[in-house]
């Protein structure tokens, strides 16, 4: 009877972090360097919101309006600093909406989609609930829109 409870156990523990999903925000600067840009992911559970550690995040950046036309170069994100934070150098062939897709493996396994208006303005952000322009920053959300 107590190897059955075990397995049940290990079995409830074992599906409920597959289950899990990953949620993340992205803000990207222009560094200085032409179609370059320096992203901060913040990665967090979903349900939770709390900051996922340990991840390894691989980065591909690609145009929807122009499927399989650029051939971006994936980069690996590196941990910065405090948990669920985390850096990616984005270059990018011309201005416009990218979609960054990025695979999380570690301590969960999620792919995650993020489009991102790049321009001469310099810098954006995707986060949530929100867009707002102004001062060359933009955010990017799923929610209402308003312009400051």
């Known amino acids: 009877m107590k190897l059955i409870a075990i397995f049940a156990v290990l079995a409830l523990s074992s599906a409920a972090s597959a289950g899990e ?3 993340a925000d992205v803000s ?17 559970k979903m349900k939770s919101g709390d900051p996922i550690a340990g991840a390894k995040i691989v980065v591909k950046a690609a145009m929807p309006s122009m499927p399989m036309a650029h051939n971006v ?12 934070a985390y850096h990616a150098r984005i270059r990018i062939q011309m201005h416009g909406e990218w979609a960054l897709t990025m695979d999380v493996s570690g301590p969960l396994r999620d792919r995650l989609v993020k489009k991102l208006q790049f321009g001469a303005m310099g810098a954006m952000k995707h986060g949530g609930g929100k867009m707002k322009r102004g001062g060359g920053a933009m955010k990017h959300g799923m929610g209402k829109r308003k312009s400051e």
């Open 21 to 23: 999903r990953a949620k």
């Open 28 to 44: 990207c600067k222009a560094t200085g360097e032409k179609l370059v840009y320096d992203c901060v992911i913040m990665l967090m």
């Open 73 to 84: 170069v994936a980069v690996n994100a590196k941990a910065r600093g405090m948990p669920g």
